[in-house]
């Protein structure tokens, strides 16, 4: 045996790796080439092996706990590094669920700087690879966005750092850019990727992938963004008019338009509704979370994750079109959940509400969704439950076979047309094209809300826009995003989380604001994220942390 060992241990220590991909296979073989590119979308290198068979794309997306209980939208039931972001307790070395977003966004630009580098030795026709390079120029635009919406200043590589062995002594690799530098930047990667981009993805394999509608989609977001006053304040040159421009491009394709369902489109697994111009898809081989239990009554057998806050209830109009603050609108605090906004209906679950063949009862005592009820550890604080997102042909218990196909929408035409609205009011005032965004919204067959009302100034515009991206984009990972670009955190983010809590007396019901969550708390440095302590460990002191960290 030592004989054998001794005369074989060079070949022995050689093992070739299993488990992955070498970078001469992918570069060589034009099918993993593409399969490469496909996987930027994914977060996911070709080795990687994910626990629940899903890796993280853009954003947060589908998981247990959502970006939306970061807000005054909801609260995790069991917090999951959620309460500290809400109680202001964020630091360098204690990022909670926003801990992974520097790294693996820089990780994703890395990968991607490799595919274009490398993109010269693949052999395939030049218009697939040229088709190949737009995409990942947008992937990358993507990555930028997401870094420079939580951090502000981004570092700028360019498409210097390909491997994880590059000489990082250079301190340009360490060395933030300027707010408009990054924006022009992505900006200029965006009107590269658009050119190359198809208008449409022809065939079923492709569905997920970039087409030019979503490069300018893109686009419009972040320019909307940039024009906003916590930008403008950290130097962005971005005007309102600019914002304006680029909603308008996607727009003028005339290739999506509202979905007369609201409910339906947030569900259907084929992603088929005329709304969505970008989205992340899920088959039976990976799927997400399974939303239904996650977030279920536990009269249901579900664990009540995503909470709704009673704030965000309240923020729904009556179905007159006023708010439930107007004394002439209607609204009864002993039945406040009569005639209202039908998407309040489509996105909460609240007391009484029809839902798997009964009434939901949060109330106490005796409520088969409240503390009264089984497994009442998963009972929600608030007295709420979240309904938009969720299936109900998806069973609760035992979910793991078929749920968890839900698409993740990253860009959909309503969001085009208040980023639209947004901009043009800010511009040029409250013209009739901005009030045509809003209704056209607002009108959609099956919410069938009033029009806005005529003559209102550009101050209350931008308040009546204000709210309906809070009511209309619920819990898709923009209010996290909306409050602290218009810099109205401070306001929001310091309201206390509140709840419902329901008690019947004989066949009447008594109703009585909670507090749900203790110590939300919201300081000026929050409106950037703190870039964590070991990135900063790691630059050798190069990398400039935000203010106030």
């Not at 979308?41 to 939306?68: C, N, T």
């Not at 906003?228 to 914002?243: F, I």
């Not at 604080?381 to 609760?396: H, S």
Request: glycine letters at 8%.
């Amino acid at each position: 045996m030592a004989m054998c060992i001794s005369s074989c241990k060079e070949d022995f220590l050689e093992v070739t790796p299993t488990d992955r991909v070498s970078d001469e296979a992918i570069v060589g073989d034009s099918v993993l080439f593409e399969a490469f590119v496909i996987n930027r979308y994914l977060g996911a290198r070709l080795q990687d092996k994910e626990a629940d068979g899903v890796p993280p794309g853009f954003g947060r997306g589908w998981e247990y706990a959502l970006w939306s209980s970061l807000t005054d939208e909801s609260i995790y039931r069991s917090d999951d590094n959620t309460w500290l972001i809400q109680r202001g307790q964020l630091a360098p070395e204690n990022t909670g669920i926003a801990g992974s977003l520097w790294g693996r966004s820089y990780r994703s630009i890395r990968e991607v700087n490799y595919a274009l580098t490398n993109s010269e030795k693949v052999v395939m026709s030049q218009a697939h690879k040229d088709l190949l390079m737009a995409e990942l120029k947008f992937i990358r635009a993507f990555r930028y966005h997401d870094l420079i919406r939580n951090y502000g200043r981004v570092v700028l590589v360019g498409d210097r750092v390909t491997q994880l062995n590059e000489d990082l002594t250079d301190p340009a690799l360490f060395t933030r850019a300027s707010m408009q530098e990054s924006i022009a930047y992505v900006i200029a990667q965006l009107d590269e990727a658009v050119a190359g981009l198809p208008t449409d993805n022809s065939n079923t394999w492709q569905k997920g992938r970039a087409t030019k509608g979503a490069a300018l989609a893109l686009k419009s977001r972040l320019l909307l963004y940039a024009a906003s006053p916590l930008y403008k304040q950290n130097g962005s040159q971005v005007t309102w008019q600019d914002a304006a421009t680029a909603a308008k491009e996607v727009m003028a394709l005339n290739k999506y338009r509202i979905d007369p369902q609201y409910a339906n489109m947030f569900i259907a697994e084929e992603g088929n509704s005329p709304e969505i111009i970008f989205a992340r898809y899920y088959n039976l081989n990976s799927r997400h979370t399974a939303l239904e239990i996650a977030n279920g009554p536990n009269g249901y057998d579900g664990w009540g994750g995503n909470a709704p806050l009673q704030n965000m209830v309240d923020a729904y109009e009556m179905s007159n079109g006023k708010m439930i603050s107007d004394q002439t609108s209607g609204y009864n605090p002993q039945n406040p959940y009569a005639d209202r906004d039908p998407r309040f209906y489509a996105t909460i679950l609240y007391n009484g509400a029809p839902y798997r063949g009964r009434a939901v009862e949060t109330f106490t005592p005796g409520g088969k969704d409240s503390k009264d009820g089984p497994s009442n550890w998963n009972t929600s604080q608030t007295g709420y439950y979240l309904r938009k997102f969720m299936d109900e042909t998806n069973p609760i218990q035992n979910p793991w076979n078929v749920a968890g196909r839900q698409p993740w929408i990253y860009f959909r035409y309503a969001e085009i047309l208040l980023n639209y609205a947004e901009a043009q009011n800010e511009a040029v005032g409250p013209d009739a094209t901005v009030y045509e965004a809003i209704n056209l919204i607002r009108q959609r067959p099956e919410v069938s809300m009033p029009a806005l009302p005529a003559g209102l100034s550009q101050a209350e515009m931008r308040e009546r826009i204000r709210h309906e991206r809070q009511v209309e984009l619920a819990y898709e990972e923009h209010r996290f995003y909306d409050v602290r670009r218009w810099l109205i955190a401070e306001q929001t983010e310091n309201v206390p989380a509140y709840g419902m809590e329901i008690t019947k007396q004989g066949t009447n019901f008594v109703f009585n604001r909670k507090v749900a969550l203790e110590g939300r708390s919201f300081q000026n440095k929050h409106y950037w994220l703190p870039i964590p302590r070991a990135e900063i460990q790691a630059s050798g002191g190069k990398l400039e942390q935000n203010p106030g960290y």
